[in-house]
DNA sequence: AATAACTGTTAAGAAAAGTTAAACCCTGTG
DNA sequence: CACAGGGTTTAACTTTTCTTAACAGTTATT
Protein backbone atom coordinates (compact mmCIF):
# COMPACT_ATOMS: atom_id res chain seq x y z
CA UNK A 1 0.00 0.00 0.00
CA UNK A 2 1.41 3.16 -1.06
CA UNK A 3 0.92 6.99 0.92
CA UNK A 4 -0.84 9.23 -0.63
CA UNK A 5 1.23 12.95 -1.25
CA UNK A 6 -0.76 16.14 -0.06
CA UNK A 7 0.64 18.93 -1.83
CA UNK A 8 0.84 22.61 -0.39
CA UNK A 9 0.27 25.05 -3.50
CA UNK A 10 0.92 28.48 -2.63
CA UNK A 11 0.47 30.86 -5.59
CA UNK A 12 -1.31 34.34 -5.65
CA UNK A 13 -2.30 34.02 -9.25
CA UNK A 14 -5.68 32.68 -8.98
CA UNK A 15 -6.14 31.49 -12.53
CA UNK A 16 -2.60 30.06 -12.13
CA UNK A 17 -3.42 28.29 -8.82
CA UNK A 18 -6.58 27.17 -9.95
CA UNK A 19 -5.43 25.19 -12.64
CA UNK A 20 -1.97 23.77 -10.98
CA UNK A 21 -4.72 22.39 -8.14
CA UNK A 22 -7.14 20.85 -10.73
CA UNK A 23 -4.00 19.19 -12.62
CA UNK A 24 -2.46 18.09 -9.62
CA UNK A 25 -5.56 16.59 -7.93
CA UNK A 26 -6.69 15.08 -11.38
CA UNK A 27 -2.77 13.67 -11.07
CA UNK A 28 -3.54 11.58 -8.05
CA UNK A 29 -2.27 14.65 -5.52
CA UNK A 30 -4.81 16.50 -3.09
CA UNK A 31 -3.73 19.47 -3.24
CA UNK A 32 -4.71 22.88 -1.30
CA UNK A 33 -3.94 26.11 -2.60
CA UNK A 34 -3.26 29.02 -0.48
CA UNK A 35 -3.41 32.85 -2.48
CA UNK A 36 -0.25 34.19 -0.36
CA UNK A 37 2.46 32.79 1.95
CA UNK A 38 1.22 33.39 5.15
CA UNK A 39 -2.21 31.53 4.27
CA UNK A 40 0.08 28.61 3.14
CA UNK A 41 2.29 28.62 6.57
CA UNK A 42 -0.37 28.87 8.92
CA UNK A 43 -2.17 25.99 6.48
CA UNK A 44 1.26 24.26 6.62
CA UNK A 45 0.95 24.55 10.64
CA UNK A 46 -2.44 23.02 10.65
CA UNK A 47 -2.34 20.45 7.86
CA UNK A 48 -0.04 17.80 7.62
CA UNK A 49 1.50 17.40 3.78
CA UNK A 50 3.92 15.92 2.20
CA UNK A 51 5.24 18.05 -0.54
CA UNK A 52 5.17 21.90 -0.97
CA UNK A 53 5.46 24.20 -4.36
CA UNK A 54 6.03 28.13 -3.62
CA UNK A 55 5.66 30.93 -5.44
CA UNK A 56 8.28 33.36 -4.34
CA UNK A 57 7.07 36.68 -5.37
CA UNK A 58 3.81 36.33 -3.20
CA UNK A 59 1.88 39.29 -1.03
CA UNK A 60 1.78 39.16 2.56
CA UNK A 61 4.74 36.91 2.83
CA UNK A 62 7.55 35.42 0.03
CA UNK A 63 7.93 32.02 -0.94
CA UNK A 64 11.89 32.18 0.66
CA UNK A 65 10.13 33.16 4.18
CA UNK A 66 7.44 30.40 4.27
CA UNK A 67 10.44 28.14 3.10
CA UNK A 68 12.41 29.08 6.27
CA UNK A 69 9.35 28.82 8.45
CA UNK A 70 8.34 25.38 7.03
CA UNK A 71 12.24 24.20 7.54
CA UNK A 72 12.07 24.89 10.93
CA UNK A 73 9.51 22.63 11.96
CA UNK A 74 10.09 19.90 9.06
CA UNK A 75 13.45 19.64 7.72
CA UNK A 76 13.01 17.27 5.30
CA UNK A 77 9.67 18.06 3.49
CA UNK A 78 10.61 18.44 -0.42
CA UNK A 79 9.83 22.40 -1.36
CA UNK A 80 9.77 23.18 -5.29
CA UNK A 81 10.02 26.97 -5.85
CA UNK A 82 8.63 28.49 -9.31
CA UNK A 83 10.43 31.36 -10.00
CA UNK A 84 9.91 34.02 -12.82
CA UNK A 85 12.55 34.10 -15.06
CA UNK A 86 15.89 35.53 -15.14
CA UNK A 87 16.25 35.80 -11.67
CA UNK A 88 19.63 34.26 -10.51
CA UNK A 89 19.53 35.43 -7.27
CA UNK A 90 16.39 33.61 -6.58
CA UNK A 91 18.23 30.29 -7.72
CA UNK A 92 21.24 30.77 -5.12
CA UNK A 93 18.69 32.20 -2.37
CA UNK A 94 16.59 29.61 -2.70
CA UNK A 95 19.37 26.68 -2.20
CA UNK A 96 20.46 28.20 1.06
CA UNK A 97 17.22 27.70 2.78
CA UNK A 98 16.85 24.63 1.06
CA UNK A 99 14.77 23.95 -2.07
CA UNK A 100 14.71 20.57 -3.49
CA UNK A 101 14.41 21.79 -7.23
CA UNK A 102 12.94 25.23 -9.51
CA UNK A 103 10.97 26.04 -11.74
CA UNK A 104 11.05 28.93 -14.11
CA UNK A 105 8.02 30.34 -15.53
CA UNK A 106 6.38 29.75 -17.73
CA UNK A 107 6.73 25.98 -17.34
CA UNK A 108 4.15 22.50 -18.34
CA UNK A 109 1.76 21.46 -16.25
CA UNK A 110 3.70 18.12 -17.04
CA UNK A 111 7.05 19.46 -16.16
CA UNK A 112 6.01 20.28 -12.77
CA UNK A 113 4.47 16.72 -12.37
CA UNK A 114 7.10 15.42 -13.47
CA UNK A 115 9.83 17.22 -11.07
CA UNK A 116 7.99 16.37 -8.38
CA UNK A 117 7.44 12.79 -9.03
CA UNK A 118 11.25 13.00 -9.31
CA UNK A 119 12.01 14.37 -6.26
CA UNK A 120 9.40 12.37 -3.87
CA UNK A 121 11.44 8.81 -5.55
CA UNK A 122 14.47 10.57 -4.36
CA UNK A 123 13.41 11.38 -0.86
CA UNK A 124 11.83 8.32 0.01
CA UNK A 125 14.20 6.12 -1.32
CA UNK A 126 17.94 6.81 -0.10
CA UNK A 127 19.20 3.45 -1.77
CA UNK A 128 18.34 5.36 -4.78
CA UNK A 129 21.87 7.29 -4.20
CA UNK A 130 23.78 3.87 -5.49
CA UNK A 131 22.61 5.20 -9.47
CA UNK A 132 25.78 6.57 -11.16
CA UNK A 133 24.09 8.24 -13.69
CA UNK A 134 26.83 8.29 -16.83
CA UNK A 135 28.08 5.47 -18.27
CA UNK A 136 31.04 4.94 -20.67
CA UNK A 137 31.90 1.79 -22.67
CA UNK A 138 33.30 0.64 -25.99
CA UNK A 139 32.37 3.24 -28.05
CA UNK A 140 28.67 4.23 -26.48
CA UNK A 141 27.95 6.49 -23.67
CA UNK A 142 24.93 5.95 -21.75
CA UNK A 143 23.06 8.50 -19.76
CA UNK A 144 20.89 6.76 -17.44
CA UNK A 145 18.92 9.74 -16.25
CA UNK A 146 18.24 11.35 -19.46
CA UNK A 147 17.64 7.89 -20.71
CA UNK A 148 19.79 7.89 -23.93
CA UNK A 149 22.19 5.72 -25.46
CA UNK A 150 24.80 7.87 -27.42
CA UNK A 151 27.26 6.39 -30.53
CA UNK A 152 29.26 8.29 -32.61
CA UNK A 153 27.54 11.73 -31.63
CA UNK A 154 24.11 9.72 -32.27
CA UNK A 155 21.62 10.14 -29.59
CA UNK A 156 19.24 7.07 -28.93
CA UNK A 157 15.68 7.48 -27.00
CA UNK A 158 15.66 4.36 -24.52
CA UNK A 159 12.63 3.74 -22.42
CA UNK A 160 12.62 3.17 -18.71
CA UNK A 161 13.09 -0.14 -18.63
CA UNK A 162 15.54 -0.39 -21.27
CA UNK A 163 17.48 2.13 -19.03
CA UNK A 164 17.08 0.02 -15.64
CA UNK A 165 17.92 -3.31 -17.31
CA UNK A 166 21.42 -1.38 -18.65
CA UNK A 167 22.14 0.63 -15.69
CA UNK A 168 22.06 -2.70 -14.04
CA UNK A 169 24.29 -4.40 -16.49
CA UNK A 170 26.69 -1.36 -16.60
CA UNK A 171 26.88 -1.34 -12.86
CA UNK A 172 27.58 -5.24 -12.98
CA UNK A 173 30.26 -4.65 -15.88
CA UNK A 174 31.93 -7.68 -16.78
CA UNK A 175 30.15 -9.44 -13.74
CA UNK A 176 26.75 -11.53 -14.09
CA UNK A 177 23.84 -9.81 -13.24
CA UNK A 178 21.99 -12.42 -11.45
CA UNK A 179 18.31 -12.49 -13.37
CA UNK A 180 16.46 -12.72 -10.20
CA UNK A 181 17.93 -9.63 -9.11
CA UNK A 182 17.64 -7.71 -12.23
CA UNK A 183 13.95 -8.97 -12.25
CA UNK A 184 13.51 -8.23 -8.40
CA UNK A 185 14.91 -4.27 -8.86
CA UNK A 186 13.13 -4.14 -12.12
CA UNK A 187 9.67 -5.80 -11.60
CA UNK A 188 10.05 -5.97 -8.53
CA UNK A 189 8.61 -9.85 -9.13
CA UNK A 190 10.22 -12.95 -10.16
CA UNK A 191 7.89 -14.46 -12.39
CA UNK A 192 7.86 -16.50 -15.59
CA UNK A 193 6.11 -13.83 -17.50
CA UNK A 194 8.83 -10.98 -15.90
CA UNK A 195 11.50 -12.82 -16.80
CA UNK A 196 10.19 -13.64 -20.46
CA UNK A 197 9.82 -9.88 -20.41
CA UNK A 198 13.59 -9.22 -19.59
CA UNK A 199 14.62 -11.70 -22.60
CA UNK A 200 12.85 -9.15 -24.74
CA UNK A 201 14.84 -6.50 -23.43
CA UNK A 202 18.12 -8.42 -23.77
CA UNK A 203 16.79 -8.81 -27.46
CA UNK A 204 16.42 -5.01 -27.31
CA UNK A 205 19.31 -3.91 -26.15
CA UNK A 206 21.74 -6.28 -28.12
CA UNK A 207 20.53 -4.78 -31.04
CA UNK A 208 21.28 -1.28 -29.65
CA UNK A 209 25.05 -2.83 -28.82
CA UNK A 210 26.08 -4.49 -31.70
CA UNK A 211 27.49 -1.06 -33.16
CA UNK A 212 30.60 -2.01 -31.01
CA UNK A 213 32.36 -5.46 -31.57
CA UNK A 214 34.12 -5.18 -28.38
CA UNK A 215 30.71 -4.65 -26.65
CA UNK A 216 28.84 -8.31 -26.20
CA UNK A 217 25.86 -8.50 -23.68
CA UNK A 218 25.99 -12.74 -23.33
CA UNK A 219 23.81 -15.15 -21.46
CA UNK A 220 25.07 -17.22 -18.70
CA UNK A 221 22.68 -19.98 -19.00
CA UNK A 222 20.35 -20.52 -15.58
CA UNK A 223 22.41 -17.25 -13.96
CA UNK A 224 21.88 -14.45 -15.54
CA UNK A 225 23.20 -11.81 -18.17
CA UNK A 226 26.63 -10.19 -18.77
CA UNK A 227 27.59 -6.89 -20.29
CA UNK A 228 31.27 -7.97 -22.18
CA UNK A 229 33.80 -4.80 -22.84
CA UNK A 230 37.29 -5.45 -23.88
CA UNK A 231 39.90 -3.19 -24.68
CA UNK B 1 40.43 5.61 9.35
CA UNK B 2 38.59 6.94 6.23
CA UNK B 3 40.04 9.14 4.42
CA UNK B 4 39.47 12.75 3.84
CA UNK B 5 37.74 13.72 0.02
CA UNK B 6 39.22 17.01 -1.39
CA UNK B 7 37.00 18.69 -4.09
CA UNK B 8 38.10 20.94 -6.32
CA UNK B 9 35.83 22.82 -7.50
CA UNK B 10 35.77 24.80 -10.78
CA UNK B 11 33.06 27.08 -11.06
CA UNK B 12 33.40 30.94 -12.74
CA UNK B 13 29.94 32.37 -10.93
CA UNK B 14 31.41 33.70 -8.00
CA UNK B 15 28.27 34.06 -6.23
CA UNK B 16 26.74 30.50 -6.97
CA UNK B 17 30.83 29.07 -5.98
CA UNK B 18 30.70 30.09 -2.69
CA UNK B 19 27.94 29.03 -1.66
CA UNK B 20 28.51 25.16 -2.93
CA UNK B 21 31.90 25.79 -1.18
CA UNK B 22 30.08 26.81 2.06
CA UNK B 23 27.66 23.84 1.24
CA UNK B 24 30.44 21.09 1.01
CA UNK B 25 32.90 21.88 3.62
CA UNK B 26 29.69 21.99 5.76
CA UNK B 27 29.32 18.34 4.90
CA UNK B 28 32.97 17.62 5.75
CA UNK B 29 34.22 18.06 2.24
CA UNK B 30 37.46 20.38 2.23
CA UNK B 31 36.73 22.25 -1.15
CA UNK B 32 38.94 24.25 -3.41
CA UNK B 33 36.87 26.76 -5.38
CA UNK B 34 38.99 28.03 -8.59
CA UNK B 35 37.18 31.05 -10.94
CA UNK B 36 38.37 29.76 -13.99
CA UNK B 37 39.20 26.67 -15.85
CA UNK B 38 42.87 27.62 -15.96
CA UNK B 39 43.46 28.41 -12.56
CA UNK B 40 41.79 24.95 -12.04
CA UNK B 41 44.38 22.91 -13.63
CA UNK B 42 46.96 24.90 -12.13
CA UNK B 43 45.23 24.04 -8.71
CA UNK B 44 44.78 20.32 -9.58
CA UNK B 45 48.78 19.58 -10.91
CA UNK B 46 50.12 21.68 -7.45
CA UNK B 47 47.67 19.80 -4.72
CA UNK B 48 45.98 16.59 -4.57
CA UNK B 49 41.97 16.22 -4.81
CA UNK B 50 39.71 13.14 -5.08
CA UNK B 51 36.84 15.11 -6.65
CA UNK B 52 36.23 17.24 -9.58
CA UNK B 53 33.21 19.45 -9.90
CA UNK B 54 33.80 21.53 -13.05
CA UNK B 55 31.69 23.90 -14.27
CA UNK B 56 31.32 23.76 -18.57
CA UNK B 57 31.24 27.48 -19.53
CA UNK B 58 34.05 29.51 -17.83
CA UNK B 59 36.55 31.67 -18.93
CA UNK B 60 40.41 30.95 -20.20
CA UNK B 61 39.19 26.79 -20.46
CA UNK B 62 36.39 25.56 -20.30
CA UNK B 63 35.18 22.21 -18.09
CA UNK B 64 35.68 19.77 -21.34
CA UNK B 65 39.39 20.86 -21.42
CA UNK B 66 39.91 20.76 -17.69
CA UNK B 67 38.76 17.27 -17.71
CA UNK B 68 40.45 16.00 -20.45
CA UNK B 69 43.67 17.80 -19.15
CA UNK B 70 43.07 15.86 -15.80
CA UNK B 71 42.34 12.53 -17.56
CA UNK B 72 46.01 12.28 -18.71
CA UNK B 73 47.27 12.77 -15.13
CA UNK B 74 44.91 10.79 -13.03
CA UNK B 75 42.75 8.99 -15.77
CA UNK B 76 40.36 7.21 -12.23
CA UNK B 77 39.49 10.36 -10.43
CA UNK B 78 35.77 11.34 -10.33
CA UNK B 79 35.03 13.86 -12.64
CA UNK B 80 31.56 15.96 -12.42
CA UNK B 81 30.11 18.34 -14.71
CA UNK B 82 27.91 21.26 -13.90
CA UNK B 83 26.21 22.32 -17.38
CA UNK B 84 23.33 24.91 -17.96
CA UNK B 85 20.30 23.44 -19.29
CA UNK B 86 19.58 23.15 -23.23
CA UNK B 87 23.24 22.33 -24.33
CA UNK B 88 22.60 19.35 -26.18
CA UNK B 89 25.73 19.28 -28.16
CA UNK B 90 27.77 19.86 -25.56
CA UNK B 91 26.67 17.04 -23.73
CA UNK B 92 26.98 14.79 -26.64
CA UNK B 93 31.04 15.16 -26.97
CA UNK B 94 31.46 15.92 -23.34
CA UNK B 95 30.86 12.65 -21.56
CA UNK B 96 33.36 11.14 -24.15
CA UNK B 97 36.23 12.49 -21.55
CA UNK B 98 35.42 9.82 -19.25
CA UNK B 99 32.62 11.81 -17.05
CA UNK B 100 30.93 9.75 -14.13
CA UNK B 101 28.43 12.02 -13.83
CA UNK B 102 26.66 15.35 -14.33
CA UNK B 103 24.14 17.97 -12.93
CA UNK B 104 22.14 20.57 -15.47
CA UNK B 105 21.90 24.04 -13.72
CA UNK B 106 19.80 24.47 -11.40
CA UNK B 107 20.43 22.03 -9.10
CA UNK B 108 19.70 21.31 -5.81
CA UNK B 109 22.99 21.38 -3.03
CA UNK B 110 21.44 18.32 -1.41
CA UNK B 111 21.34 16.73 -4.85
CA UNK B 112 25.06 17.14 -5.99
CA UNK B 113 25.56 15.77 -2.67
CA UNK B 114 23.76 12.64 -2.94
CA UNK B 115 26.01 12.23 -6.78
CA UNK B 116 28.66 12.88 -5.04
CA UNK B 117 28.70 10.54 -2.04
CA UNK B 118 27.03 7.96 -4.59
CA UNK B 119 30.18 8.52 -7.43
CA UNK B 120 32.71 8.01 -4.12
CA UNK B 121 31.36 4.97 -2.98
CA UNK B 122 31.31 3.76 -5.99
CA UNK B 123 34.54 4.38 -7.14
CA UNK B 124 35.62 3.03 -3.88
CA UNK B 125 33.84 -0.60 -4.35
CA UNK B 126 35.13 -0.55 -8.02
CA UNK B 127 38.57 -1.23 -7.43
CA UNK B 128 38.98 -5.11 -7.40
CA UNK B 129 36.82 -6.38 -10.53
CA UNK B 130 39.51 -7.43 -12.47
CA UNK B 131 40.16 -11.46 -12.87
CA UNK B 132 42.36 -12.67 -15.35
CA UNK B 133 40.36 -14.28 -17.83
CA UNK B 134 41.96 -14.89 -20.92
CA UNK B 135 44.04 -18.35 -21.63
CA UNK B 136 47.06 -18.95 -23.83
CA UNK B 137 47.81 -22.73 -24.60
CA UNK B 138 49.25 -24.75 -27.51
CA UNK B 139 47.59 -22.64 -30.65
CA UNK B 140 44.67 -21.90 -28.91
CA UNK B 141 43.50 -18.68 -26.68
CA UNK B 142 40.52 -18.94 -24.67
CA UNK B 143 38.52 -15.76 -23.23
CA UNK B 144 36.57 -16.87 -20.23
CA UNK B 145 34.93 -13.34 -19.98
CA UNK B 146 33.27 -13.99 -23.62
CA UNK B 147 33.37 -17.71 -23.30
CA UNK B 148 35.13 -17.98 -26.84
CA UNK B 149 37.73 -20.26 -27.47
CA UNK B 150 39.74 -19.15 -30.53
CA UNK B 151 41.93 -20.95 -32.81
CA UNK B 152 43.40 -19.79 -35.92
CA UNK B 153 41.70 -16.48 -35.13
CA UNK B 154 38.27 -18.32 -35.47
CA UNK B 155 35.96 -17.72 -32.59
CA UNK B 156 33.80 -20.37 -31.12
CA UNK B 157 31.39 -19.83 -28.86
CA UNK B 158 31.14 -22.08 -25.95
CA UNK B 159 28.42 -22.52 -23.63
CA UNK B 160 28.65 -21.31 -20.11
CA UNK B 161 29.24 -24.80 -18.49
CA UNK B 162 31.72 -25.51 -21.59
CA UNK B 163 33.53 -22.29 -20.57
CA UNK B 164 33.56 -22.75 -16.27
CA UNK B 165 34.84 -26.24 -16.94
CA UNK B 166 37.31 -24.96 -19.61
CA UNK B 167 38.71 -22.55 -16.67
CA UNK B 168 38.99 -24.79 -13.75
CA UNK B 169 41.31 -26.67 -16.41
CA UNK B 170 43.17 -23.94 -17.41
CA UNK B 171 44.01 -22.56 -13.87
CA UNK B 172 45.24 -26.00 -13.17
CA UNK B 173 47.24 -26.77 -16.78
CA UNK B 174 49.26 -29.29 -16.39
CA UNK B 175 47.89 -30.25 -13.29
CA UNK B 176 45.19 -32.75 -12.07
CA UNK B 177 41.77 -31.00 -11.67
CA UNK B 178 39.93 -32.90 -8.89
CA UNK B 179 36.35 -34.94 -10.22
CA UNK B 180 34.89 -33.30 -6.77
CA UNK B 181 36.38 -30.25 -6.45
CA UNK B 182 35.58 -29.11 -10.40
CA UNK B 183 31.25 -30.47 -9.52
CA UNK B 184 31.13 -28.58 -5.91
CA UNK B 185 32.94 -24.96 -7.95
CA UNK B 186 30.74 -25.53 -11.09
CA UNK B 187 27.41 -27.79 -9.83
CA UNK B 188 27.62 -26.93 -6.10
CA UNK B 189 26.96 -30.86 -6.08
CA UNK B 190 28.97 -33.64 -6.12
CA UNK B 191 26.74 -36.27 -6.95
CA UNK B 192 26.14 -39.15 -9.78
CA UNK B 193 24.02 -37.24 -12.49
CA UNK B 194 26.48 -33.96 -12.01
CA UNK B 195 29.58 -36.21 -12.92
CA UNK B 196 28.19 -38.15 -15.64
CA UNK B 197 27.14 -34.73 -17.26
CA UNK B 198 30.79 -33.19 -16.26
CA UNK B 199 31.79 -36.32 -18.63
CA UNK B 200 29.52 -35.31 -21.48
CA UNK B 201 31.59 -31.52 -21.09
CA UNK B 202 35.08 -33.68 -21.58
CA UNK B 203 34.14 -35.24 -24.76
CA UNK B 204 32.69 -31.72 -25.93
CA UNK B 205 36.05 -29.54 -25.16
CA UNK B 206 38.14 -32.47 -26.47
CA UNK B 207 36.14 -32.34 -29.72
CA UNK B 208 37.11 -28.38 -29.83
CA UNK B 209 40.20 -29.30 -28.61
CA UNK B 210 41.60 -32.06 -31.12
CA UNK B 211 42.44 -29.34 -33.19
CA UNK B 212 46.45 -28.49 -31.68
CA UNK B 213 48.07 -32.40 -31.20
CA UNK B 214 50.09 -30.56 -28.77
CA UNK B 215 46.84 -29.92 -26.40
CA UNK B 216 45.38 -33.25 -24.82
CA UNK B 217 42.50 -33.73 -22.22
CA UNK B 218 43.14 -36.43 -20.06
CA UNK B 219 41.84 -38.23 -17.39
CA UNK B 220 43.38 -39.36 -14.10
CA UNK B 221 41.34 -42.74 -13.57
CA UNK B 222 39.16 -42.21 -10.14
CA UNK B 223 40.48 -38.70 -9.44
CA UNK B 224 39.55 -36.02 -12.24
CA UNK B 225 40.89 -34.67 -15.05
CA UNK B 226 44.18 -32.96 -16.86
CA UNK B 227 45.02 -30.21 -19.67
CA UNK B 228 48.25 -31.53 -20.71
CA UNK B 229 49.85 -28.48 -22.85
CA UNK B 230 53.48 -29.75 -24.11
CA UNK B 231 55.70 -27.06 -26.03
C1' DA C 1 39.02 -64.07 -15.96
C1' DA C 2 35.16 -62.10 -13.59
C1' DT C 3 33.30 -58.30 -11.53
C1' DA C 4 32.48 -53.75 -10.34
C1' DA C 5 33.43 -49.11 -10.62
C1' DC C 6 34.86 -45.61 -13.79
C1' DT C 7 35.00 -43.28 -18.22
C1' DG C 8 33.74 -42.28 -23.34
C1' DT C 9 30.32 -41.21 -26.50
C1' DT C 10 26.01 -40.33 -28.65
C1' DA C 11 21.37 -39.27 -28.62
C1' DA C 12 16.88 -38.05 -26.66
C1' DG C 13 14.28 -35.04 -23.77
C1' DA C 14 13.55 -31.03 -20.83
C1' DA C 15 14.45 -26.44 -19.58
C1' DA C 16 16.16 -21.92 -20.72
C1' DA C 17 16.92 -18.39 -23.84
C1' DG C 18 16.39 -15.87 -28.63
C1' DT C 19 13.32 -13.64 -31.59
C1' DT C 20 9.34 -11.65 -33.67
C1' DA C 21 4.83 -10.10 -33.65
C1' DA C 22 0.45 -9.41 -31.71
C1' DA C 23 -2.19 -7.91 -27.69
C1' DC C 24 -2.64 -4.91 -24.07
C1' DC C 25 -2.51 -0.59 -21.55
C1' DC C 26 -1.54 3.89 -20.53
C1' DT C 27 -1.41 8.80 -21.53
C1' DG C 28 -1.81 12.77 -24.17
C1' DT C 29 -4.70 14.84 -27.77
C1' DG C 30 -8.38 16.17 -30.59
C1' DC D 1 -14.88 10.21 -25.15
C1' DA D 2 -12.84 8.05 -28.85
C1' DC D 3 -8.47 7.70 -30.91
C1' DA D 4 -3.52 7.36 -31.82
C1' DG D 5 1.09 6.32 -30.42
C1' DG D 6 4.47 4.54 -27.52
C1' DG D 7 5.80 1.37 -24.18
C1' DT D 8 5.25 -3.07 -22.10
C1' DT D 9 3.63 -7.70 -21.71
C1' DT D 10 2.00 -11.99 -23.61
C1' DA D 11 2.05 -15.38 -27.07
C1' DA D 12 3.98 -18.40 -30.40
C1' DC D 13 7.63 -20.41 -32.46
C1' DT D 14 12.74 -21.44 -32.85
C1' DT D 15 17.18 -22.43 -31.22
C1' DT D 16 20.47 -23.45 -27.70
C1' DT D 17 21.96 -25.50 -23.53
C1' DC D 18 21.92 -28.79 -20.07
C1' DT D 19 20.67 -33.21 -18.10
C1' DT D 20 19.54 -37.93 -18.35
C1' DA D 21 19.54 -42.30 -20.57
C1' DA D 22 21.58 -45.93 -22.97
C1' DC D 23 25.26 -48.49 -24.31
C1' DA D 24 30.17 -49.33 -25.09
C1' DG D 25 34.86 -49.44 -23.64
C1' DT D 26 38.58 -49.16 -19.56
C1' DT D 27 40.72 -49.79 -15.38
C1' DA D 28 41.32 -51.68 -10.87
C1' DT D 29 40.62 -55.59 -7.86
C1' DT D 30 40.18 -60.23 -6.47
Not at 42 to 68: H, N, Q, S, W, Y
Not at 218 to 226: D, L, M, P, S, T
Request: with cysteine; hydrophobic share 40%; aromatic share 10%.
Amino acid sequence: MKKETRILLAEDDKNLGNILKAYLEAKGYPTVLCPNGKIAFETFKRDKFDFCVLDIMMPEMDGFTVAEKIRKIDKDIPILFLTAKGMQEDRIHGFEVGADDYLTKPFSMEELLLRIKAIMRRSESNEKTNTKSVFNFGKYTFEYNRQVLIFNGKENKLTSKESELLKLLCENMNNVLDRTVALNKIWFDDSYFNARSMDVYVTKLRKYLKEDPNVELINVHGVGFKLVVTK
